[in-house]
């Protein structure tokens, strides 16, 4: 009985410790409370303990596959997840209401995909003053997304046109599932390796229920963010989901259930 207790208690705390890892984000476009700084060098961008992350600090005209500078810079992107809730920040050099006509290519939209398997089932919308689709924030169950301007092969506009399927940018048509809490920064300056360049904030969060909907089951999922045209992207993974508080009820009742014995070496036999 005493090792049944034992180890019960190994597994709760365990699994206690797995759920528990929560962070309250203000959710006001300031990336402060996630560890971003504002000291002009290039460790600025590295948040604080427990959430994932990808940094690309460019400064230079060419940004793989395209062109545009800071202008076009998907800079970094950050998400923490919990049991209720998904987080995700953002920093460009885009201007969210950079216009989407005659050369100049807006905002695109957050895009989730399930597993990782090149198919971004959830969208977050953005809606810059220009979108014609949905609402500000709406969170949607993405039937089809609209793509840049880099064709499969990795050249401007070919084989067939704007198809870098990879890289899906604003979202066209979809089933509205909720909204998330949403927030923007204006033009900030002093962080990263190039203290002069221009950034700019996305902040948001949103239910954890509203990606079950879209159908994700706990798998792990990537995040990403371009612009209109793809000329940079930037995707964060997090890991899968951990255990829902009601998993872990289930996983105590069969605990409970238990019988400790002692096999011939003395050792104990779980059954």
Known sequence: ?????????????????????????????????????????????????????????????YLSPGYGGQGYDAEAIYAHQDNNTLSIALA??????????????????????FGKDGTYELGINIKPSWDSFGIVAGVYSVTEWALGL?????????P????????????????????????????QTGFGAWGSDVHYFYEMSL????????????????????????????????????PTPATLILLLAGLIGLRVTKGSNGKPIFA
Not at 150 to 158: D, K
Not at 217 to 232: K, L, R, V
């Open 150 to 158: 880099w064709g499969n092969g990795g050249s401007y506009g070919a």
């Open 1 to 61: 009985m005493k090792m049944r207790k034992l180890l019960i208690s190994s597994i709760l705390l365990t699994a206690f410790n797995a759920t528990a890892d929560a962070a309250t984000f203000n959710i006001d476009g300031n990336l402060s409370d996630w560890g971003v700084s504002q000291n002009g060098n290039a460790t600025d961008w590295t948040p604080n303990a427990g959430i994932y992350y990808t940094v690309e600090d460019q400064h230079s005209s």
């Open 207 to 242: 239910s954890l229920d509203l990606l079950r909907d879209a159908g994700w089951q706990g798998e792990s999922f990537n995040i990403h963010w371009t612009e209109n045209c793809a000329n940079d992207s930037i995707i964060v993974d997090p890991p899968a989901t951990v």
């Open 160 to 187: 067939t046109g704007y198809i870098r399927d990879e890289h899906p940018t604003s979202i066209v048509q979809g089933d509205l599932l909720g909204t998330a809490n949403l927030a923007i920064s204006g033009p």
């Open 92 to 113: 460009t050099g885009h201007n969210p209401e950079t216009p989407n006509s005659g050369g100049s290519y807006g905002a695109g939209d957050f895009a989730i995909d």
